[in-house]
Nanobody, 122 residues
């Protein structure tokens, strides 16, 4: 089994900052990409940011210059630093991890966190 534990969501005023964390644990052999998606109220889930094991990042245009994604490979943890938050950033944020569970099974699988609410007031 694989567990993803998220933390760091909450309520913040526009212009404020929050930092999300997501730690992966359990049956893990190799972690590939890690990242964050979000689902605003009444909308579909969308990509926020991804990061490769080597540190290459891909951020949505809407968050470039405001959000930073990073990871600690030793701790199997991914972070999302969110600055200059806007009301339109309000959403449930989901941690995403693509990983391989065992040495003998070469299949990579996607795992999702339970979601953490981020609310930005105007």
């Amino acid at each position: 089994q694989v567990q993803l534990v998220e933390s760091g969501g909450g309520l913040v005023q526009a212009g404020g900052s929050l930092r999300l964390s997501c730690a992966a644990s359990g049956s893990i052999f190799i972690i590939n990409a890690m990242g964050w998606y979000r689902q605003p109220p009444g909308k579909q889930r969308e990509l926020v940011a991804l990061i490769t094991p080597g540190g290459s990042t891909n951020l949505a245009d809407s968050v470039k210059g405001r959000f930073t994604i990073s990871r600690d490979n030793d701790k199997n943890t991914v972070y999302l630093q969110m600055n200059s938050l806007k009301p339109e950033d309000t959403a449930v944020y989901y941690c995403y991890v693509n990983l391989r569970r065992t040495a003998w099974n070469t299949k990579y699988e996607d795992y999702w966190g339970q979601g953490t609410q981020v609310t930005v007031s105007s």
